[in-house]
């Protein structure tokens, strides 16, 4: 079983800043696409952004596009997901999943951490 672990979640005003972390095991952890999500209350899970297992590649979804930016560092087993200029509904528990594959991805996520809650205050 491979384990993944979110965290940097907080409280933020909207406007400012946050930068999460996902560690993750396992000796392949460069041969995987890692992925954002997130869960706001009373919807469904979105895609977030997802970065290639080399990081050489990433893709966002529109909402987050120009704002957020997700990296990695495969030494470390980490990736992370900057997010600026914060809106209030960014507000969402957010989580960080291994793809199956090396490429960007919205689907194929095998692994999930547990989720890390992030509040932007208004």
């Known amino acids: 079983q491979v384990y993944v672990a979110e965290s940097g979640g907080g409280l933020v005003q909207a406007g400012g800043s946050l930068r999460l972390s996902c560690a993750a095991s396992?000796?392949?952890?460069?041969?995987?696409?890692m992925g954002w999500f997130r869960q706001a209350p009373g919807k469904e899970r979105e895609f977030v952004a997802v970065?290639?297992?080399?990081?050489?590649?990433?893709y966002y979804a529109g909402s987050v596009k120009g704002r957020f930016t997700a990296s990695r560092d495969n030494a470390k087993n980490t990736v992370y997901l900057q997010m600026n200029s914060l809106k209030p509904e960014d507000t969402a528990v957010y989580y960080c999943a291994r793809n199956i594959g090396s490429e960007v991805s919205r689907e194929g996520y095998e692994y999930w951490g547990q989720g890390t809650q992030v509040t932007v205050s208004s």
């Open positions: 396992g000796r392949t952890f460069s041969s995987h696409a």
């Open positions: 970065i290639s297992g080399s990081g050489g590649s990433t």
